[in-house]
């Protein structure tokens, strides 16, 4: 047989044997060696070799082996992608081989690993092929795990999610802003099975009966709660119904649904005031005791619905706030521009104004629920305000936050065949710039600086309205008897530059106006009214003959400065 021909079988005899001497030397050096030396495609061995770890893995969980020896054909893996000689899914589909054989506890601690490696898979070597058996894994693991008993794995899971994905990632967000319907808070809806009440009517009977209780005798070193509102069982039936509106809230958009929510929050808000709780310096010794060892942190997932808590629940601070926290956060999805919402998900000003009321009370009371109600609160506004930013980066379709730099390439100059002359750019004796015409190069150099040349006076050319408006006015005057197709307004580019002055010089151009003009004359025709009423009338004065002449002279003055200037400005082009 050939050597070039590839043998399976004895190929995955030769990694496994060698795959095992890795595993305990802890070196991929023997592998990469006895890889090169095969015959076959790179291909062939690649999958030879993935399949060799595969088996060696499967070997080592029948035999309940230790969780390191499960890390250590992992980590070789890891190696071996590395080195090129394994495939760069093989790493993956190992780490769900182990979480799906291995009870909940070594998961924890398998789970590490994959937390302590998180830079690893971001690399480019193995992102791309593995962040999908990533997400399928994690989500395996979250089926497994109990919300309410495993709730720090849980939360490390999805904080490994937020490190391995970009924030952009489209299968991390919820685009079209989805709610978790499943999240029912059961509690007891039966009136009849209600135990609120009872204690009061044992206390009722009791003093019916002369039994008199001193002080000591029920064992409570705190006094008795000062609440002047009673818990019956409507005031818990409202409370708890209060959380499907939380968990659903476009049912606040119908009719019905919202009157029910605004009774019960009303009545529950109003609970809230007239209930409030002290600053709590009375009871330290209590707390000290009820204080969890050393930093940890007391976290519930689900609410305890039961009736016998309620009362203890309503002297909470910390339950105070998540009910108050709950209604911020469900009035600003109602108030906020969410892209996905339905066309018929818009308040009424009776809705929008009473949530801005309440939203000012519920901070209000966060401010009296102690400790540092203040501070607690100033923080709750900051962070809903920061979410209102990421609403608004949702809803421009989640773009990405890294900018690509722009190329830095700069197009090359053509190179000149031969330098131009100094008097071409002006740089002669003269300081003349040669245009390469005679006229053109006479006009370029009437003056050093062209800019300055056309600000000068002598280069306005618009006229006054009184001037250009002067014959409008006359014809338009009914002595005049000027027919009307012999009118100046009738000319179309008289009709152009009279628009273009009038939006330069007249207020009447932009006033707004009822009147509706079929055709440009019609509407110049009013505007000459106006005008020759505003216009101040033309004087007439008597010139005597003494006049005459000296005004004749003053004109022959001024062309003859005219002829003589000819050559020394620039030429009168109107341009307006």
């Known amino acids: 047989m050939s050597p070039g021909v590839f043998q399976f079988n004895e190929a995955r005899q030769k990694f496994s044997v060698c795959t095992k001497e890795a595993v305990k030397s802890k070196n991929v050096k023997p592998l990469t060696l006895v890889f090169s030396q095969l015959s076959g495609g790179e291909t062939e061995k690649k999958t030879t070799l993935d399949q060799a ?17 499960f890390l250590s054909i992992i980590s070789l893996s890891i190696n071996g992608v590395t080195e090129g000689i394994c495939s760069a899914t093989t790493p993956f589909i190992l780490l769900g081989d182990v979480l799906d054989c291995l009870p909940l506890d070594q998961c924890d601690r398998i789970f590490t690993f994959v937390e302590k490696n998180v830079g690893t898979w971001k690399s480019a070597t193995f992102y791309s092929a593995g962040k999908n058996y990533l997400l399928r894994m994690c989500n395996d693991l979250l089926r497994r795990l109990s919300k309410s008993q495993n709730t720090v794995f849980c939360g490390r899971i999805q904080l490994f999610l937020a490190r391995l994905f970009p924030l952009s990632e489209k299968s991390g967000l919820n685009l079209q802003s989805q709610f978790n319907l499943e999240n029912i808070t059961v509690f007891n809806t039966n009136e009849q099975d209600s135990t609120l009440g009872l204690k009061n009517l044992q206390h009722t009977e009791d003093k019916e009966d002369g039994m008199e209780v001193e002080e000591g005798e029920t064992g409570d070193e705190e006094p008795p709660s000062t609440c002047s509102v009673p818990i019956d ?43 409030k709780l002290d600053d709590m310096q009375a009871s330290k010794k209590k707390q000290e005791e009820l204080k969890p060892p050393g930093d940890a942190h007391v976290y519930f997932a689900k609410f305890l619905t039961s009736e016998k808590l309620m009362d203890l629940q309503l002297n909470d601070s910390n339950f105070r706030r998540h009910i108050l926290l709950q209604y911020l956060i469900l009035f600003q999805y109602l108030k906020g521009q969410v892209k996905f919402k339905s066309s018929y998900c818009v308040l009424t000003d009776e809705q929008s104004l009473w949530i801005e009321d309440t939203t000012k009370a519920v901070y209000q009371l966060l401010k009296e629920t102690p400790p540092d109600g203040d501070k607690f609160s100033r923080m709750v506004e900051h962070i809903l305000h920061s979410e209102d930013n990421w609403i608004a980066w949702k809803n421009e379709g989640c773009p990405s936050f890294v900018k690509e730099r722009p190329p830095e390439s700069k197009i090359p100059k053509p190179a000149r065949k031969r330098p131009a002359p100094e008097e071409f750019f002006g740089r002669g004796p003269n300081k003349k710039v040669l245009m390469g015409n005679e006229e053109l190069t006479r006009l370029w150099n009437l003056c050093p600086d062209n800019m300055e040349a056309c600000k000068s006076e002598s280069r306005e050319f618009m006229p006054s309205l009184e001037e250009f408006f002067d014959d409008a006015i006359e014809q338009a005057d009914p002595e005049n008897m000027v027919e009307e197709e012999y009118k100046v307004v009738n000319n179309s580019n008289y009709g152009w ?21 079929k055709s440009l004359p019609e509407y110049l025709d009013n505007m000459v009214i106006k005008l020759a009423k505003e216009l101040p009338p033309p004087s007439e004065e008597i010139k005597t003959a003494d006049d005459e002449d000296e005004e004749e002279d003053n004109d022959d003055a001024l062309l003859k400065e005219s002829n003589e200037t000819n050559n020394s400005r620039l030429p009168d082009i109107i341009v307006w």
Not at 60 to 69: A, H, P, T, V
Not at 242 to 271: A, G, M
Not at 497 to 517: D, E, I, K
């Open 497 to 517: 530059r009279a628009l273009r002055l009038l939006a330069r010089r007249s207020p009447h151009f932009f006033q707004p106006t009822n009147q509706q003009f």
């Open 233 to 275: 069982y409507n005031l818990y039936r409202k409370f708890w119904s209060l959380q499907d509106f939380f968990r659903n809230p476009l049912q606040c958009y119908e009719k019905i649904f919202w009157k029910t929510f605004l009774k019960h929050s009303d009545e529950v808000l109003d609970v809230f005031r007239s209930y």
């Open 53 to 69: 770890f595969r088996g060696i893995l499967e070997e080592k969980i029948l035999e309940q082996g230790e969780f390191e020896e």
